[in-house]
């Protein structure tokens, strides 16, 4: 008699278990990140929103987009990722709801669509832009910026790519960005090095009064310094380039475990052509759509 009853106290609590982790799995609330751009300048009338929703596999019942304010806007909004165009000038916001087993989840965003005059977008979707590689970097100068599959040897340099093309390092892939960026294959490489590239850029009005704007995305998830210098360096040198010289400005983004992030600030600059320079140094950092632009 105390063997059954030892018996049918074991399948209770078996039950008892397996009916908790159950009900845990059937109240699980999808936790909702989404990467986007807060700034896009006419004539550019798109944008890509991505989100990662995290949650038990195969729970998820519903997404939906719906947009909250703003002009014209052209989306599907059932989709995870969404590209939203016929955009005009104005500010827009959008909230994204998903459900998973009848808990929903929230997660709102809002970005401008700006008319102020764009000089350079740079964003590497259907070429490498004119950069090549620098003579700041352990490269060979002059090279042009190449897509990840086209050389096997991949220390020393950035590429352009899809965040499919890199290798993963230390759990990190380049997440939150599906389109072509520049980024270190830093999965392949042993040691130390610095990669640099270069694109002359020419202005033909003065912007000595705060009146230009430099933009752009960046990644620099961690922080890598324990193994030496480790930086992402965006500068601008005067055309003349040589070994010792100066940036007239320079900007270090801090990293940021978020992944991906904005960076936008003023600057002054004479008339004249310059030297746009990206240095990666010892790690796992990208850029993406650099863009200047003529504050109104």
């Known amino acids: ?4 009853s030892l018996l049918l106290l074991s399948v209770f609590i078996i039950s008892s278990c397996t009916s908790t982790d159950n009900e845990d799995e059937t109240l699980s609330t999808p936790v909702i990140a989404i990467n986007f751009v807060d700034t896009i300048f006419l004539p550019k009338n798109s944008i890509e929103i991505n989100a990662t929703i995290t949650g038990r596999p195969g729970q ?11 002009g014209n806007a052209l989306f599907e909004n059932d989709k995870k990722d969404i590209t939203v165009t016929n955009l005009e000038q104005g500010n827009y916001s959008f909230t994204l709801t998903v459900t998973n087993n009848n808990q929903s989840s929230e997660q709102s965003i809002s970005f401008s669509v700006s008319n102020e005059k764009v000089l350079y977008n740079l964003d590497f979707e259907d070429s490498n832009e004119g950069f090549t590689t620098s003579l700041f970097g352990n490269y060979t100068a002059g090279k042009k910026l190449r897509n990840v599959p ?4 991949h220390c020393g340099t950035v590429y352009m790519g899809k965040k499919e093309d890199f290798t993963d390092w230390l759990t990190y892939s380049y997440i939150g960005n599906d389109s072509n960026f520049v980024a270190t294959n830093m999965g392949t490489c042993l040691g130390y ?4 590239i270069e694109k002359e850029i020419t202005f033909t009005e003065d912007f000595t009064s705060n009146n ?14 324990k193994w030496g210098n480790y930086n992402l360096e965006v500068a601008i040198y005067e055309n003349d380039l040589n070994n010792t010289s100066e940036p007239i ?11 991906w992030c904005l960076f ?13 320079i990206i240095i990666n140094t ?10 200047l632009y003529k504050n109104n």
């Open 264 to 276: 936008n600030e003023k600057i002054s600059l004479k008339k004249g052509s310059y030297k746009l």
């Open 1 to 4: 008699m105390k063997k059954l």
């Open 282 to 291: 010892n790690a796992q950092t990208a850029i993406d759509n650099i863009i």
């Open 150 to 153: 086209e050389e096997t040897n």
């Open 212 to 225: 230009l704007s430099i933009q752009f995305q960046y990644y620099k998830p961690g922080d890598f310094s």
């Open 60 to 70: 998820i019942q519903s997404i939906l987009w719906k947009k909250t304010a703003g």
């Open 249 to 259: 400005i320079s900007f270090f983004p801090e990293a940021n475990s978020e992944g």
């Open 193 to 196: 090095f610095v990669s640099a």
